[in-house]
T-cell receptor
Framework: DVKVTQSSRYLVKRTGEKVFLECVQD?????MFWYRQDPGLGLRLIYF???????EKGDIPEGYSVSREKKERFSLILESASTNQTSMYLC???????????FGAGSRLTVL | GENVEQHPSTLSVQEGDSAVIKCTYS??????FPWYKQELGKGPQLIID?????GEKKDQRIAVTLNKTAKHFSLHITETQPEDSAVYFC????????????FGGGTRLMVKP
């Protein structure tokens, strides 16, 4: 079964800490995405990557950065976590020629 | 940019009844409209999609309709079952590749047995 795996399901961090959210896919997908999910706001795109070492800003990139050193791995980085970054973070991947996004189960981050 | 609004935010139905979720979009250039279902503790999963050259699409108990003139599309679930309980998201994009999907705010559907 194809998978997108987010290594941390629940994280609690302090304001100002550096946070890494890791995502790995085993489908050889070219494209990978990070979304943020908040009640009533749906899914908002933070960053996406077309290929290794390539990244593009989504709708809400402020306060975030990403890293894609290998095709299967896409990391979301919060350089200095703030309370307004408390949220559910969803990673997704997709073949470049397809429509369907495959999502991970999500990482729920709480920043105190 | 694109704006997608989804209603209602919560919907409670009795098992066996029908459920309808509606979305409107702002960009007339959008031409791809998927629906995702998110069960508790899981990521969203595509359940059905429609392109702008089609007015309606069905898959068993699920159907989606599209009105390009009015810029709205709807998800219809017939004969609802408890396992249909989930959060449903509509989305829209300008191209079939889905790279720039804009999602609606989500609808929490509760099917009461």
């Amino acid at each position: 079964d194809v998978k997108v795996t987010q290594s941390s399901r629940y994280l609690v961090k302090r304001t100002g800490e550096k946070v890494f959210l890791e995502c790995v896919q085993d489908m050889d997908h070219e494209n990978m995405f990070w979304y943020r999910q908040d009640p009533g706001l749906g899914l908002r795109l933070i960053y996406f990557s077309y290929d290794v070492k390539m990244k593009e800003k989504g709708d809400i990139p402020e306060g975030y950065s990403v890293s894609r050193e290998k095709k299967e791995r896409f990391s979301l980085i919060l350089e200095s976590a703030s309370t307004n970054q408390t949220s559910m973070y969803l990673c997704a991947s997709r073949f470049s020629g397809a429509n369907v996004l495959t999502f991970g189960a999500g990482s729920r981050l709480t920043v105190l | 940019g694109e704006n997608v609004e989804q209603h209602p935010s919560t919907l409670s139905v009795q098992e066996g009844d029908s459920a309808v979720i509606k979305c409107t979009y702002s960009d007339s250039a959008s031409n791809y409209f998927p629906w995702y279902k998110q069960e508790l503790g899981k990521g969203p999963q595509l359940i059905i999609d429609i392109r702008s050259n089609v007015g309606e699409k069905k898959d068993q108990r699920i159907a989606v309709t599209l009105n390009k003139t009015a810029k709205h599309f709807s998800l219809h679930i017939t004969e609802t079952q408890p396992e249909d309980s989930a959060v449903y998201f509509c989305a829209a994009s300008k191209n079939n590749a889905g790279n720039m999907l804009t999602f609606g705010g989500g609808t929490r559907l509760m099917v009461k047995p």
